[in-house]
């Protein structure tokens, strides 16, 4: 099987896209591609390409299908090329592309672990375990590419216009707290804070 990496250049190259390859940066997210002649959008690409071993992670048998583990600094450096950027997740193992908005990984429920690691010395990897079914599945990476687009273009409510909590994600129940607000307080919020 080709790799994540490789079909996505190929799939830019056939679709005439310009794009940065930055794959054999750690420092940098995967790729670049431009969109239009205003908007980038940044993302790095993964591959979930075996199954995790239940006891190591302590997963059940029927989360291990959606489970994928990221790197907490992958994390962080999509974080840093926020905000028109994130994450694809191609599974080889179920098949079909999962793309990942910073703001979902943001946002959306996930396990933070450290790997212990021993090279030259022992230390700590930062791992996130995350649900796959919390990304936007797509069958091809024209999907992925429409994916892209559709987060700039609601970038404005996604960002500043939706007041409620964003997103509906997998292990997550969203209640509802505290007094019901009433416009009598924000005029105090304003005439306090102002």
């Known amino acids: 099987m080709q790799s994540f990496e490789q079909e996505i250049k190929a799939f830019f190259k056939k679709n005439n896209l310009e794009y940065k390859d930055n794959s054999s940066s750690f420092k940098r997210l995967d790729f670049s591609v431009q969109l239009d002649e205003q908007w980038k959008f940044h993302f790095d690409a993964k591959e979930k390409r075996q199954h995790y071993n239940l006891s190591n992670w302590h997963l059940s048998k029927d989360q291990e299908p959606h489970t994928f583990i990221m790197d907490d600094l992958a994390a962080r450096k999509i974080l840093a090329y ?7 997740v191609r599974d080889n193992l179920l098949g ?4 990942f908005s910073v703001i979902d990984l943001f946002l959306m429920p996930k396990t933070r672990v450290n790997r212990p690691i021993h090279k030259e010395q022992e230390g700590l ?3 996130w375990i995350i649900d796959l079914r919390n990304g936007r599945k797509c069958a091809t990476m024209l999907e992925v590419l429409a994916l892209f687009r559709r987060f700039i273009e609601k970038r404005e409510d996604i960002f500043i216009n939706i007041l409620e909590c964003f997103g509906n994600y997998q292990g997550e129940n969203i209640g509802q707290r505290g007094e019901v607000r009433r416009p009598e307080y924000w005029d105090i919020d304003v005439k306090e804070t102002r």
């Open 125 to 127: 990897k930062g791992k």
């Open 96 to 99: 079909g592309y999962y793309f």
């Open 82 to 88: 926020a905000p028109y950027s994130g994450m694809v």
